[in-house]
């Protein structure tokens, strides 16, 4: 089974500042890792994954993330928070393939960003 | 491109009603999940489909039916409408052989009153 567990609900920052959001997973078997953005009334658009290779992985918008296997991490940063970065974010799991949940995203319960002048 | 499309983009039913969303896949893609949003919540995986047959499902009831067509669009029907399947619905798509990335729709936000 899967699971994925993000840290903060809300999070704040001032234009400018560093941006970090937490995500702790939980899978059997070797995961492949997401992070979609969510912008109010609107679907998920994807920021980045990683399925093997480099753990530091970049993404859109200046976004990138580290897997940590030990510590079964795939937290989220960015340098300089932009106003436009405002939203919701959610961390998500699907297992490599062969997996049992072939394609099925385990999502968590995302974190909501706010950005203040 | 015009990516995945969902229709309709808003929808109010009342209880014990039943409802069909839509689902146009992304050029080239050939599966289709479907997820339900409740407010404030992350995405729930309702179920998958591949070559038109149900290949995987989740934690959700028989009330929730789908189906995929010969040119790999997809309904999802909610039956027996209950106040708390007010959600966003979200479709996304990707192609088998490259599943790592899924693209997502919209969404259609169902209301039951």
């Known amino acids: 089974a899967q699971s994925v567990t993000q840290l903060g609900s809300h999070v704040s920052v001032s234009e400018g500042a560093l941006v970090l959001l937490r995500c702790n997973y939980s899978?059997?078997?070797?995961?492949?890792l997401f992070w979609y953005v969510q912008y109010p009334n609107q679907g998920l658009q994807l920021l980045l994954k990683?399925?093997?290779?480099?753990?530091l992985v970049k993404g859109i918008n200046g976004f990138e993330a580290e897997f940590k296997k030990s510590e079964t991490s795939f937290h989220l940063t960015k340098p300089s928070a932009h106003m436009s970065d405002a939203a919701e974010y959610f961390c998500a799991v699907r297992t490599a393939v062969g997996g049992t949940s072939y394609g099925k995203l385990t999502f968590g319960q995302g974190t909501i960003l706010t950005v203040h002048p | 491109d015009a990516g995945v499309t969902q229709s309709p983009t808003h929808l109010i039913k009342t209880r014990g009603q039943q409802v069909t969303l839509r689902c146009s896949p992304k050029?080239?893609?050939?599966?289709v999940s479907w997820y339900q949003q409740a407010l404030g919540q992350g995405p729930q995986f309702i179920f998958q489909?591949?070559?038109?047959?149900?290949?995987q499902r989740g934690n959700f009831p028989d009330r929730f039916s789908g189906h995929q067509f010969p040119n790999y669009s997809s309904e999802l029907n909610v039956n027996a409408l209950l106040l708390g399947d007010s959600a966003l619905y979200l479709c996304a798509s990707w192609h088998r052989g490259e599943q790592e990335t899924q693209y997502f729709g919209p969404g259609t936000r169902l209301l039951v009153l």
């Open positions: 990683y399925t093997t290779g480099a753990t």
């Open positions: 489909y591949y070559e038109e047959e149900e290949r």
């Open positions: 899978s059997s078997v070797p995961p492949y």
């Open positions: 050029s080239g893609h050939d599966t």
